[in-house]
């Protein structure tokens, strides 16, 4: 048989990956946290203005504690709302 392009209902990987009683708070507030993360580069060394040669890099321990950090502020938000 020839593709139509569409869908058969038979593959519905979104279906299947959805939990059945929805998403916890935790879940919520950790992609809360990537999202901002991602979009303002939270936890990484911002570099500084000047002449300083090369911005100082956070080490991957402080990089850490700091999404561990956002992480735990963006859950208090989520349980508090």
């Given at each position: 048989?020839?593709?139509?392009?569409?869908?058969?209902?038979?593959?519905?990987?979104?279906?299947?990956?959805?939990?059945?009683?929805?998403?916890?708070?935790?879940?919520?507030?950790?992609?809360?946290?990537?999202?901002?993360?991602?979009?303002?580069?939270?936890?990484?060394?911002?570099?500084?203005?000047?002449?300083?040669?090369?911005?100082?890099?956070?080490?991957?321990?402080?990089?850490?504690?700091?999404?561990?950090?956002?992480?735990?502020?963006?859950?208090?938000?989520?349980?508090d709302g």
């Amino acid at each position: 048989m020839a593709e139509t392009g569409r869908p058969t209902g038979n593959d519905a990987p979104e279906a299947a990956a959805a939990p059945s009683g929805g998403r916890s708070k935790d879940d919520v507030a950790l992609e809360m946290m990537k999202f901002i993360a991602a979009t303002t580069g939270y936890g990484k060394s911002a570099g500084s203005a000047g002449f300083s040669g090369k911005p100082m890099m956070p080490s991957a321990e402080e990089h850490a504690d700091a999404l561990i950090k956002l992480f735990e502020r963006c859950r208090k938000v989520v349980s508090d709302g």
